[in-house]
T-cell receptor
């Protein structure tokens, strides 16, 4: 049973435009959400997180939006750059109660020149 | 550059060999993790150490044996592995059990 779902295996976006990566979750107990970026032959790199008491968190070109009622979060990257081409993992856990992070299957983002 | 260092980067071993994977971090993090990642799949948690004590073992076969000699080091001892154990093994650390995890680049393990 997949508790964190990334339904788009891949996404192509023109350089300079906005990239929107989506993630849905099924477990309403999750209260902390993270996005990781992974290049080939490297480990996942932490990008940005959001706790369930917020609906938006911004860090430079990266913004994460959380819609608790829809159990949906999204990562916006604007403007998209060639170096953003990577696999992006959405993850969730129960903050302060569990150190186990549940990962989605990932979305491969291609930034087109 | 990653702040979590894993060695070796690649390892090929036979099913009867004994080897160890090593992970090191000097960020003062008190929680460390081992994950297994198969191709085109998300990382799967294997073990969690918190303050050098094993806090989670995700029903991992005994042919994988973790060890945390001190707060900066995490080892994964391997013995009598199976071909299906071939995967990328990722180490991660976090400030405590509940913060964002920082990953190493992994050890790509191939079992012959």
């Amino acid at each position: 049973d997949q508790q964190v779902k990334q339904n788009s295996p891949s996404l192509s976006v023109q350089e300079g435009r906005i990239s929107i990566l989506n993630c849905d979750y099924t477990n309403s107990m999750f209260d902390y959400f993270l996005w990781y970026k992974k290049y080939p032959a490297e480990g996942p790199t932490f990008l940005i997180s959001i706790s369930s008491i917020k609906d938006k968190n911004e860090d430079g070109r990266f913004t994460v939006f959380l819609n608790k009622s829809a159990k949906h979060l999204s990562l916006h990257i604007v403007p998209s750059q060639p170096g953003d081409s990577a696999v992006y993992f959405c993850a969730a856990n129960y903050m302060n109660r569990d150190d186990k992070i549940i990962f989605g299957k990932g979305t491969r983002l291609h930034i087109l020149p | 550059d990653t702040e979590v260092t894993q060695t070796p980067k690649h390892l090929v071993m036979g099913m009867t060999n004994k080897k160890s994977l090593k992970c090191e971090q000097h960020m003062g993090h008190r929680a460390m993790y081992w994950y297994k990642q198969k191709a085109k799949k998300p990382p799967e948690l294997m073990f969690v150490y918190s303050y050098e004590k094993l806090s989670i073992n995700e029903s991992v076969p005994s042919r994988f044996s973790p060890e945390c000699p001190n707060s900066s080091l995490l080892n994964l001892h391997l013995h009598a592995l199976q071909p299906e154990d071939s995967a990328l093994y990722l180490c991660a650390s976090s400030q405590d059990r509940f913060g964002p995890q920082h990953f190493g680049d992994g050890t790509r393990l191939s079992i012959l």
